[in-house]
């Protein structure tokens, strides 16, 4: 994250040194697309088999040709790539971008809008968090192929292993709950834990893995992807709908009260939490809940078959809040913005091929994508044989359709997140501080340092 955030902010020079010269791959008679999937991947496996299934289907059209390029930690070697295709003025016509540095790209003038180019009725096609996340300035830049969600996990034989009263305390997997309820039942099972023999807590080390080991490593994006909804749902956010504005928002009452609240896994002698909790803490057994990614699904099933996981929606800091907050948003296609007016109804319709409903159920079925598209989101299939895939699947499948958000758009977002993460969210839970003063120092900071860095976005 730390290098593709480097290349980010170093983007706009770049163009400018580029000239936003050339147009598109420089051939008529080919559609160039680049993804940041491995070639032997499935993700890459099924974008080179709806490529061929386009060629095959359109014999009088363009060829289209795809390039599936390894990616390194957060996709920096592909995005190695691709600033250097920028700089020689030889992009490819479509190419894959994260979902939250679409804004960076558009502003650069590095990518066009494609709203205006599509079939009548294909955007609203999309599910409200994907059209979110593709657009900026009121345009639509990025077609997503694949959505994400987060939901909470908790190993079901630890639980079974509590008394009744503790049990009573955990939502169906169908109802709302707040974050001060997880809290209480983080505490009581932590309580339990030390005080057992119960073999269910063997391992137990944890009672709820956050991962926040990622942002410690250096991967930012998944502290800001796994807590923002706790300031989304408290009525907040860590920068405003312009982008650019932090100050009165990221260290506003609102989010003071939403890491205030947060804080409070990480304190005390017994913290509920960790920040340098065990690899895999929740799959082998170490921690009895924990914030998971909608990746644990396979892994767990896959590769942890012993371990009986069950899936309960993301909790609300704020009860009453009735609005959109599940994290959301994952990588999208975006086309170069130097191909020539008369190509670009071709790429787009290139571009609509490798997002459409079809492709979208194609893109579940080979590599367990989540739909991006309305229509396709019956595809996932929760009447498996296995129980707990079903479950989890259930729970995502709501929130994907009633409560997904997308990450804020902004042109300055890697900083954004690395901030928010290391300076906010890493600080609290390594210092273990729930003192309401210090983490308003800590937000306050934030906000500094932030500032000085979106100055160079501010126009005028």
Request: include cysteine; proline fraction near 5%.
């Amino acid at each position: 994250m730390k290098k593709k955030l480097v290349l980010l902010v170093g983007l706009i020079a770049l163009v400018l040194l580029a000239g936003c010269s050339g147009g598109g791959n420089g051939k008529k008679d080919t559609i160039v697309v680049w993804t940041q999937a491995s070639a032997d991947t499935p993700e890459g496996k099924m974008f080179a088999d709806r490529v061929a299934k386009y060629n095959e289907l359109h014999p009088d059209k363009p060829k289209v040709e795809i390039q599936n390029i390894t990616r390194a930690g957060a996709g920096s070697g592909y995005i190695d790539k691709l600033n250097a295709a920028i700089t020689a003025g030889d992009m490819p016509d479509i190419f894959t971008l994260d979902g939250p540095d679409v804004a960076a790209y558009a502003d650069a003038g590095v990518i066009g809008e494609v709203g205006s180019y599509l079939s009548e009725g294909f955007a609203e096609g999309f599910t409200a968090s994907i059209l979110e996340q593709g657009t900026v300035d009121g345009k639509l830049y990025a077609l997503g192929y694949s959505d994400s969600a987060v939901v909470v996990m908790y190993n079901e034989d630890m639980i079974n292993a509590l008394p009744d009263d503790i049990k009573a305390k955990i939502p169906a997997p169908d109802e709302d709950w707040t974050w001060d309820e997880l809290l209480e039942l983080a505490r009581d099972i932590d309580q339990y834990a030390s005080e057992s023999n119960d073999p269910a807590f063997e391992k137990y080390a944890v009672a709820l893995s956050t991962l926040l080991t990622d942002v410690a490593s250096g991967v930012y994006e998944t502290g800001t992807y796994y807590f923002t909804p706790l300031v989304w749902s408290n009525g907040s956010n860590i920068v405003a709908d312009d982008g650019l504005t932090v100050d009165g928002v990221l260290n506003g009452p609102e989010t003071l009260e939403a890491m205030t609240k947060y804080a409070r896994l990480f304190a005390g002698d017994r913290p509920l939490a960790s920040a340098a909790e065990p690899e895999k803490a929740f799959h082998s057994g170490q921690a009895a809940m924990a914030v998971a990614g909608f990746w644990y699904v396979n892994e767990l099933t896959g590769n942890y078959p012993d371990l009986k996981f069950r899936s309960l929606r993301y909790p609300k800091m704020n009860g009453e809040f009735d609005g959109l907050y599940t994290p959301s948003g994952s990588w999208a296609f975006v086309r170069s913005a130097n191909i020539p007016e008369e190509r670009i109804p071709q790429v787009v319709e290139v571009m609509e091929w490798l997002t459409n409903d079809e492709a979208s159920r194609e893109y579940f079925t080979k590599n367990g994508s989540i739909p991006t598209r309305i229509n396709a989101i019956d595809v996932i299939d929760t009447n498996t044989d296995n129980p707990y895939f079903n479950e989890a699947w259930k729970v995502m499948q709501y929130q994907v359709q009633h409560t997904n958000k997308a990450r804020p758009v902004s042109v300055g977002y890697p900083y954004l997140s690395e901030t928010f993460a290391k300076d906010v969210l890493l600080k609290i839970a390594q210092n273990k501080t729930t003192d309401e003063a210090t983490i308003q120092t800590y937000l306050n900071d934030a906000v500094k340092k932030i500032d000085q860095e979106f100055a160079k976005y501010k126009k005028g």
